[in-house]
Nanobody, 118 residues
Framework: QVQFVESGGDLVEPGGSLNLSCTAS????????MFWFRQALGKEREVVAAISETNRTAQYLSSVKGRFTIFRDNDKNTVYLQLSSLKPEDTGVYYC???????????WGQGTQVTVAS
């Protein structure tokens, strides 16, 4: 079955950095675009970054562009998200998925909590 295992979240101060990773299984990872979602408390899950199958094309939510970097290692079935210059509004649970829209996804990992606070 499709599985996602996210890790790397932590409590950091504003301006700090984190490296998130997500290892996927149960589908053809190398043939799938991958997406990182963020869900803040009381808000809907939103896509913050996307990466194409070949690692050549990345897209970002405007509020994270220039601060977050997505990339992948198809040999390890893993997608990464580097977060820098973190702001309190980046706080949330971060998930990865192969679906671009949250309502289309039927399988989710446990997510990894990122908290940005002084």
């Amino acid at each position: 079955q499709v599985q996602f295992v996210e890790s790397g979240g932590d409590l950091v101060e504003p301006g700090g950095s984190l490296n998130l990773s997500c290892t996927a299984s149960g589908f053809s990872f190398k043939h799938s675009s991958m997406f990182w979602f963020r869900q803040a408390l009381g808000k809907e899950r939103e896509v913050v970054a996307a990466i194409s199958e070949t690692n050549r094309t990345a897209q970002y939510l405007s509020s994270v562009k220039g601060r977050f970097t997505i990339f992948r290692d198809n040999d390890k079935n893993t997608v990464y998200l580097q977060l820098s210059s973190l702001k309190p509004e980046d706080t949330g649970v971060y998930y990865c998925n192969k679906e671009s829209r949250a309502f289309k996804a039927t399988d989710w990992g446990q997510g990894t909590q990122v908290t940005v606070a002084s």
